[in-house]
């Protein structure tokens, strides 16, 4: 009784994170940039079951029993939201020109566009690229691979949602984790394989997407490089280009990468009504002043212009106000290798809004509510059973 009791309180616990996420996505529904996220699961550890006569070792194997899930973490979902004119100068939406349909994380590249296949060893991979494997932590399990399983006899796909194996008829997974020699390290849905998982999907959380660079602090004292696809810029009492979270935009050098410690100080002599050019280079009003000038870290005018990164979205963390982490780090040392020239189309005087759709994350919060009453009214039946197994089974009346 004390599994199934375990097991409706967890999802009682994971009903109440799903809940907080879905309301944190409701709240932000008008922020420019904002990304739902989606609530992603891991399955808890399967216990195996065995028989054993009274007071003897354990001889007879029964079967398994499941042990309930566990809130894994939200995943935002990066599906364009609708750009919007605005016609503010100082708003700047991003549009990303990813191509759709399906990706994977591969070995040493990140997300690539591709279909999943079997390579060789029986690899899953796209374009000959093996999968990457992933620890609880998210970090690549290095000479682990998905191999397609040979006991398996489905027709459909090698992988279901979120990357997760299809199972055929006989319960058999469509791929296993093995090591380099071959040998099977791990089995989904068993304890062996807790926390392995593959990252397989499509450009709506994953891919190459377009940001904005940001100086990012926090209160805590942390200072380096994050991202943003909020908008809506402002400037600060310098004239600073600040975010919505009021971090400098970093100005993109030559190379296409942010110039680090550099500013964007726009010109207040200037008098044209728009600031940035098709691609964020500063523009020159009838008077010959320029709209804006880039810094450095020295402070000395420098060539560069508001521009974008592209940035593995399976890579990101959210910071909070629109802001992501890349990689779980802020030092450029880190950041800066994870980047690439940014691809994304820039639409002065536009911005993008929420993709949150109200209609959707209410369905799910009712959803949530339910399931949420459903688990607790299993634990309310799991305590009472345990309390009639402690005052009635082999209660003796005199």
Partial sequence: MIPGLTTAAAGMNVNELTQQLLANNLANDDTPGFKASMAEYIESPVQDIYESPYGGPMTSYVGQMGTGVTFQEGVPDFTAGTMQQTGRALDVGIADTLLSGSYASVQGAGSVAGPVTVGAQGRLGV??????????????????????????????????????????????????????????????????????????????DMG?????????????????????????????????????????????????????????????????????????????????????????????????????????????SPLGQTEFMVGNSLSAASVLPQLRAGTGQLNPGSLEESNVNTTSIMTQMLNASSAYEANQRMVQTEDQLMQTAVTDVGKVNS
Wanted: glycine fraction near 14%; avoid cysteine; hydrophobic fraction near 35%.
């Fill in 127 to 204: 374009n000959g690229q093996p999968l990457a494997v992933y620890d609880a932590n998210g970090n690549v399990l290095p000479g682990v691979y998905a191999v397609r399983n040979p006991q398996y006899q489905g027709s459909a796909a090698l992988t279901g949602t979120a990357g997760a194996p299809d199972y055929d008829a006989s319960g058999n997974p469509s791929y296993v984790f093995a090591n380099a020699a071959g040998q099977v390290v791990g089995v989904p849905g068993q304890e062996n394989a807790q926390g392995m998982a593959i990252r397989v999907g499509t450009n709506a």
């Fill in 208 to 316: 190459y997407h377009s940001f904005f660079p940001v100086d990012y602090s926090s209160v805590s004292g942390a200072t380096g490089i994050a991202l943003t696809k909020d908008g809506a810029l402002q400037l600060d009492g310098n004239n600073t280009l600040v975010d919505a979270a009021g971090h400098p935009i970093l100005p993109i050098g030559a190379n296409g990468q942010p110039i680090v410690g550099g500013r964007i100080v726009v010109n207040p002599n200037y008098e044209g009504t728009s600031l940035f050019g098709a691609d964020g280079q500063p523009l020159t009003d009838a008077n010959g002043q320029v709209s804006y000038r880039v810094y450095d870290a020295n402070n000395n005018v420098v060539a560069g212009r508001l521009g974008t990164v592209d940035a593995d979205v399976t890579q990101l």
